[in-house]
């Protein structure tokens, strides 16, 4: 007598996802916080004692320990710069402070200081919290191997890296293979998704290679190495992922790009506002006052904040979000994409089969077949076991119990149900291989085998005889067709597929999304040179992945973006940005969260503009009250700080 089960819950496959690091803690391990967070003290110390009338010399000392604490690190900076003919803002930031002191303004220098320090601080946790996640999300590929020593009959766990041509190494069943190998013996099914992209795990018997880095599934298996680790396809892919990345240009922040010759032109102006009038016989007191005040108003305080809390902010929400965007640099380019390339398994797909279609044989009915095979298959741990329980359990059936329950390494399970002998293995065709049938499966009238079958085909045996057949397929994620067509209306050109599965596969997943432009049977470099291709036609590509396979194309990519937890180790380090909970629709909110973050950078430079120019102009053209100076400049500050600020709103993400 069977039993009945109830849904389990089902199986998330991938790395478990953890907690974000601290913030808190994350600050107190960078100098830059600490030394922020000094300078922040000592202004706040100098300030308490002017206030409560303390002696001047008290005061001035808090505030010069807070020039030194915040202001050396800036300053030194700036003089390493200088020394290679480099003229930057931190190094202008330092003068202007030290010019504000020099006429009796220390509380206005000092606070110069902590801005900046500040900002600087901010920026690193933010960047630093990041890499922190990402490599919280590291598992990293199999060090450790048993070897096999045959005639002995002892089996030692070694270094992958210690492991050379010849030697046998034994495989258990859920383990990753360290090598590149032919097997000597056992049989199991070899999920290759992760190197070759392809959905569905390959039978692997004596004699047939497997390669380093893939997972072994239920059958153990004794493997001679080929090629040691260095030789492998791992490797190979590593070293393209190192060269994609040594020859990809480095993106600038706009404000990279204009600081250096804003900063020269401040001092070139600001020793003319000294030098012309002492030359036209003006008193040195009056134009050394008009000169620092100019260096004041001119500083780039409100310029540097205008880019950096904006993309900060944005960074922000998207990890609150579940997307890990690495530096402030990939936050503005985000949104210059104007190709957004997918690849398929693991990405638009979730990288597990489904159960597409139920074909009963004659005087059979679906519902019978599908609980026949869901009661053996409930006790398999293989993809296709687990996906025809989920199937039966859908669709309600009541699911026994099988006794007898034998797993067949590289062909199916079997089991005894109600006293039948039941048995689901892999279809064969004719010609002996597992059938691939069309996508709707029993649907359709059988084609030749061949480019135009899609889906793998199990057939279902009760006491010998076959009863029915199902058919399954990777199964897609729902939300990858509105996921493309939303970015395909933030971008220019069309939607690119790109995966290393056969044609029809390929085809398939681009006719279900959407997708147009299909390119199947990818190799890893072949990727890379569809990116490179696209970008040296004037495009900006933004590539998502999550296998080996993509790692090479990500890093080419003007942005790379990897599948958070189903991505191999590899795509997590190359990428860009990463999507932790694998929400394939988080892809176009980023884009226009960039997006909208760069029209705040925008807005926020024209309002420092604007203020810039209004007191220098008043400061050249009559007499600027230095408090008044000193409030605009400040004001101007505080207006971009909390303008960018506004993209930590929720309604930033949903609008993007």
């Not at 450790?144 to 034994?170: F, H, M, Q, S």
């Not at 057949?469 to 395909?488: F, K």
């Amino acid at each position: 007598m069977s039993t009945q089960t109830t849904a389990p819950a089902a199986p998330r496959p991938g790395r478990v996802l953890p907690r974000p690091p601290s913030i808190w803690r994350t600050g107190v391990r960078l100098p830059e916080v600490r030394w922020a967070g000094g300078a922040l003290a000592l202004f706040l110390l100098g300030g308490a004692l002017q206030l409560a009338g303390a002696p001047a010399w008290a005061w001035w000392t808090a505030y010069l320990a807070c020039y030194a604490t915040g202001g050396w690190e800036p300053g030194w900076a700036g003089l390493q710069a200088l020394r290679e003919r480099v003229f930057d803002v931190d190094l202008l930031m330092v003068l202007a402070a030290v010019a504000a002191a020099a006429i009796g303004q220390v509380l206005d220098g000092a606070l110069l200081i902590v801005i900046f320090a500040t900002s600087g601080a901010v920026e690193a946790v933010i960047t630093q919290r990041t890499a922190d996640s990402v490599s919280s999300l590291l598992q990293l590929a199999p060090e450790r191997a048993t070897r096999v020593d045959p005639a002995a009959g002892t089996e030692t766990v070694v270094d992958v890296a210690e492991l050379a041509a010849g030697d046998v190494v034994l495989v258990r069943p859920g383990e990753r293979i360290g090598a590149v190998a032919t097997v000597v013996e056992g049989v199991s099914e070899v999920d290759q998704q992760a190197v070759t992209g392809e959905s569905v795990p390959v039978l692997r018997g004596p004699g047939e290679e497997v390669l380093s880095g893939t997972a072994n599934g239920t059958g153990a298996l004794r493997v001679r190495v080929d090629r040691v680790a260095a030789e492998s396809v791992i490797a190979r892919v590593v070293a393209l992922v190192e060269h994609a990345s040594a020859t990809k240009a480095r993106t600038q922040l706009f404000v990279e790009r204009v600081e250096q010759r804003y900063s020269v032109g401040v001092v070139v102006v600001t020793l003319l506002v000294l030098g012309v009038p002492l030359a036209l016989g003006a008193a040195f007191d009056a134009s050394l006052l008009r000169a620092i005040t100019f260096m004041i108003v001119a500083s780039p305080c409100a310029v540097v904040l205008s880019t950096m809390p904006p993309l900060l902010a944005a960074i922000a929400n998207a990890g609150r979000h579940g997307v890990l965007v690495k530096s402030a640099t990939v936050m503005q380019t985000l949104g210059r994409t104007d190709l957004v390339a997918f690849d398929k398994t693991g990405t638009l797909t979730t990288g597990t089969p489904e159960v597409v279609a139920v074909a009963p044989a004659p005087g059979r009915h679906q519902d019978e077949v599908l609980a026949l095979a869901a009661a053996v298959e409930r006790l398999s741990e293989h993809p296709f076991g687990r996906a025809v329980h989920r199937a039966a359990l859908a669709r309600g059936l009541a699911v026994g119990t099988a006794g007898d329950f034998r797993a067949l390494p590289g062909r199916g399970v079997s089991g005894v149900v109600d006293g039948v002998e039941v048995l689901v293995q892999r279809h064969e065709d004719p010609h002996g291989a597992a059938a691939r049938v069309p996508a709707q499966g029993a649907r359709r009238a059988p084609a030749s085998a061949g480019a135009d079958r899609v889906g793998t085909v199990v057939g279902v045996h009760a006491d010998g005889v076959l009863v029915g057949t199902l058919t399954l397929l990777d199964e897609l994620r729902a939300a990858s067709p509105a996921a493309v067509r939303d970015v395909a209306a933030l971008t220019t050109a069309p939607v690119h597929l790109l995966t290393g599965d056969d044609e029809a596969a390929a085809r398939h997943v681009g006719e279900r999304t959407g997708v147009r432009e299909v390119h199947a049977r990818l190799l890893p470099a072949d990727k890379a040179r569809i990116v490179e291709e696209l970008q040296a036609a004037g495009r900006r590509v933004l590539l998502v992945g999550d296998g080996v396979n993509d790692a090479p194309a990500l890093a080419t990519a003007a942005t790379g973006v990897a599948m958070g937890r189903s991505g191999s180790d590899l795509a997590l380090d190359t990428a860009d940005a990463v999507v932790v909970r694998d929400e394939i629709e988080a892809v176009p909110r980023l884009i226009a969260l960039s997006r909208r973050a760069h029209r705040l950078v925008v807005a926020n430079l024209v309002i420092a503009a604007t203020f810039i120019t209004v007191l220098v102009t008043w400061d050249l053209a009559g007499r600027l009250p230095l408090p008044l100076a000193v409030a605009g400049h400040e004001g101007s500050t505080v207006v971009v700080a909390l303008n960018g600020l506004r993209l930590l709103s929720a309604r930033a993400w949903a609008r993007g």
